[in-house]
């Protein structure tokens, strides 16, 4: 049996937890929030794919430890890097969090731990950020690894244990004792040459759906000029049985990883002097695309949205997950409304958003907007009125109205 501490229970770390605890391994979940680690330890654990009534079982069987105690990382045969990544307030990579981790764990951990990372971040953390900050903090000749997630929230068909883990560490013997922990729960291990490989590998998962999703973007505004259907010519080229991709456009990205993984990749690439002209357009045109369907919903309403009553249905970034972040959706609400809308929105997974709360679908309204459509989400009201409604969600599915991007 393995003793296993995961640093941070947020969306990645508390499943790697819960995933690890089953499979046999003693593990502790590290965050310093001590709000959260109560919430856990309660069972208020409110992550998709997570049952708190195994989360419990596993507490009550000392299988699982939630804690905000850093001592406890003493225990641990191998520690996990499972903390945010994001953008600061100019849009560069934010690498703060990973490094007080590290710095933490650095302090804390035994003299034969193997330290895994699985946070998003540019090629060479592992090598250039992490292993130097152990080095200078730790007596301790560890192991390093790197193993970025792969979590994708809301995802019934993949999961922690069936989704094929890439893995690599600074050493042979870190990579082998990387590889079979994480075959003790998941059932594909792919072994890169080196953590850069493994790191890049992640963001260009992202960065290659962030592009695409750029392009159909692009291509439902030549549609609308054009006047024939994005989605119906989508759904055609989707018949040819090689060399195509769906994807369905939108009114931006959101959630940690496509909207920021680019990022990282642009701004470590320039630094060593590569251009990245393709990701950064595809970036630029994601991150106009509330400002772009503002104006076309606009011209539904008669080129004014002054006093307009508009709901929204959806705010989280997608479908079936009270996520939020980096929403599109809280853009597109916000825009509305400075341009004079009164906009309510209707998300029941969310409920509250800062001083605001869901509210009821409503028919007393000059226009609706599907834009982020839960599965649990009736539009009866809608259907049985003459509310005039534009679906903008970035699916193929078809809620009762033609798609509008």
Not at 124 to 129: A, S
Not at 145 to 171: C, H, K
Not at 247 to 255: A, L
Request: aromatic fraction near 8%; charged fraction near 20%; include cysteine.
């Amino acid at each position: 049996m393995t003793k296993v501490s995961v640093i941070g229970q947020g969306y990645v770390g508390l499943p790697l937890a819960i995933q690890a605890s089953e499979a046999g391994n003693t593990v502790i979940g590290y965050d310093t929030s001590a709000d959260k680690i109560l919430d856990i330890n309660q069972g208020l654990v409110n992550i998709p794919g997570l049952d708190p009534m195994v989360v419990s079982k596993l507490i009550a069987d000392k299988l699982f430890q939630a804690t905000s105690d850093p001592s406890l990382i003493s225990e641990a045969d191998i520690v996990i890097l499972a903390v945010p990544t994001p953008l600061d307030n100019f849009g560069n990579p934010d690498t703060s969090m990973l490094e007080d981790a590290a710095a933490t764990v650095a302090k804390h951990c035994k003299s034969t731990s193997l330290i895994i990372n699985e946070s998003t971040s540019y090629p060479g953390t592992l090598r250039n950020l992490i292993e130097p900050i152990f080095r200078s903090k730790s007596p301790h000749n560890l192991l390093f690894a790197a193993a970025p997630e792969r979590v994708d929230p809301g995802n019934s068909e993949w999961n922690l244990a069936n989704t094929p883990r890439v893995i690599s560490g600074l050493t042979k013997e870190a990579t082998e004792k990387a590889i079979l922990f994480y075959k003790t729960f998941c059932k594909s291990v792919y072994e890169a040459s080196s953590p850069e490989v493994a790191e890049a590998s992640k963001l260009f998962e992202n960065t290659f759906r962030m592009v695409n999703i750029a392009l159909v973007n692009e291509f439902t505004d030549i549609s609308s000029k054009l006047g024939f259907s994005a989605h119906e010519a989508i759904s055609a080229a989707s018949t040819k049985p090689f060399g195509f991709m769906s994807f369905y456009p939108s009114i931006g990205v959101g959630g940690h990883c496509i909207p920021i993984d680019p990022m990282y990749l642009s701004n470590f690439a320039k630094r060593a002097g590569a251009s990245t002209n393709l990701i950064d357009l595809a970036h630029d045109i994601n991150s106009n695309m509330p400002s772009s369907v503002l104006k076309r919903i606009e011209k539904e309403l008669d080129n004014s949205l002054l006093n307009k009553r508009i709901q929204i249905v959806g705010i989280a970034y997608k479908s079936n997950i009270s996520d939020l972040r980096e929403s599109p959706s809280i853009e597109l609400l916000n825009e509305l409304r400075d341009a004079g809308a009164q906009v309510i929105w209707h998300d029941p997974i969310v409920g509250r958003f800062g001083n605001e709360t869901s509210s009821e679908l409503d028919a007393d309204i000059d226009l609706g907007l599907i834009v982020t459509p839960h599965e649990k989400i009736n539009f009866t009201i809608w259907k049985n009125s003459s509310v005039k409604v534009l679906d903008l969600s970035p699916t193929s599915k078809n809620y009762g109205w033609p798609k509008f991007l």
